[in-house]
């Protein structure tokens, strides 16, 4: 079993980015579960002062990456990059120093858009920077960027999401499977182990 943490760059309530994470437990590889991370928006601004004594709301997204064995990450694009909010949790869950949840976690990136164009590229190349520098593995699959997202997306009358739109679902399931490989070949933990030696060597 391959448990999966997806996590929307958008708070908004009818976001296209949390709709499409919603409909991809339907093209996941068998023995992969999916679940959207919902409390982003209750990150309080990161301050290092506040490590003294955590927020409830940063313990409870550093303890769900934790526990997840991959994670997906589908982003907005807000003045060509990642919104604020996304770049808050990423720091928050990179924290404390030595300790980041992301280190060496397969994290799967894609973006959308309800224009015709671009389809939140940018975002998305800097989403992966920002992974890679925090140590997680960003996983090698279909580079997915939506454009129009708000038509290739149905709902039905139970709020069921589908991607209707067959090409971006097939590269989809290619990225899922991509994200279920790397947690299985543990490609994460193998990214990261000299760095991982070193690090404990400093600890003592």
Partial sequence: MT????????????????ALLHALPALAPEGMTIEVFKGIDELPHFNQDLEADVPASVVRLREAIQAADGVIISTPEYNRSVPGVLK??????SRP???SSWFGKPVAALSASPGPQGGGIRAQEELRSQLRNL????VHGPEIAVTEVHSRLSVDEQARVTLNDPATAG????LLAALDDAVRANTGGTHVKSL????TSLAG
């Avoid at 808050?88 to 869950?93: G, I, S, T």
């Avoid at 140590?135 to 960003?138: I, L, R």
Wanted: net charge positive; glycine share 10%.
């Fill in 3 to 18: 448990r999966v943490l997806a996590i929307s760059g958008s708070i908004r309530a009818q976001s296209f980015n949390t």
């Fill in 88 to 93: 808050n949790a990423l720091d928050w869950a």
């Fill in 97 to 99: 120093y030595g300790q």
């Fill in 135 to 138: 140590g997680a593995y960003v």
């Fill in 171 to 174: 590269m989809a399931k290619f």
């Fill in 196 to 199: 991982g030696a070193w690090m």
